[in-house]
């Protein structure tokens, strides 16, 4: 509701007061309704007591960034999540789920974002600056690498990565301890994302 979503509808079990609980009113049908039916429609084991649908916002030409996150064939909507919490947080100024990714407002990714989805515009492609590419192996270690510039941080599919021919300008990866192969494509995300921050603010 904070992020100006057009509700169509809220659900409440009776021991909810939305003002007096909940500190806010609704702008659309409010239904009460009965003890356990919100666990049985709902995907989450323990509900809160209020549950509503809104209409999904659709993504938009992006108009101005230079820090944006696109997702590249990132399937899994928990990865998706975190990586669109990331990308806020560390101060992207949008994200892009390309074709072949997961639905951005699958439940299970818009859970994992913590309402960071609702907080970061969604843009249907980026043009912004230098597409850098992540990659376990390959392009110059990020701490190293220039990052301050206007550029789209593309990561990939959790399973095959970004591929070869990816339309990248360079690559970078994380450094790490030669024990350990890889990292999970929203731990990736997560670091990239802050040393690109890091960067920003040196």
């Known amino acids: ?25 609704v702008d659309a049908p409010t239904w009460t309704v009965g003890d356990g039916v919100l666990a049985k ?8 007591g209020v549950m509503a649908t809104a209409r999904i916002p659709q993504p938009e030409p992006l108009a101005h960034g230079d820090f944006i996150v696109e997702l590249a064939g990132v399937a899994d909507p928990g990865n998706a999540g975190t990586i669109v919490r990331s990308a806020a947080a ?26 960071a989805l609702f907080q970061i515009p969604l843009a ?34 959790e399973a095959h990565g970004l591929d070869q021919t990816a339309a990248v300008d360079r690559w970078v990866s994380i450094p790490m301890a030669a024990s350990v192969e890889s990292l999970n494509v929203a731990s990736a995300a997560a ?3 802050f040393e690109i921050a890091r960067q920003r603010r040196s």
């Open 191 to 193: 670091i990239l994302c």
């Open 41 to 48: 429609v709902g995907s989450v084991v323990t509900p809160q």
């Open 124 to 157: 249907a492609e980026s043009s912004v600056g230098d597409r850098i590419g992540a990659h376990p192996h390959q392009g110059d270690p990020c701490d190293e690498a220039d990052l301050t510039g206007p550029l789209t941080l593309v990561v990939g599919n």
């Open 90 to 115: 560390a101060g992207a100024q949008a994200v892009v789920f390309s074709p072949g990714s997961v639905d951005p407002w699958n439940p299970k990714t818009v859970r994992a974002s913590a309402g």
């Open 1 to 25: 509701m904070a992020a100006g979503l057009e509700l169509v509808d809220v659900f409440v079990e009776p021991v909810i007061d939305l003002w007096s609980d909940l500190g806010v009113s």
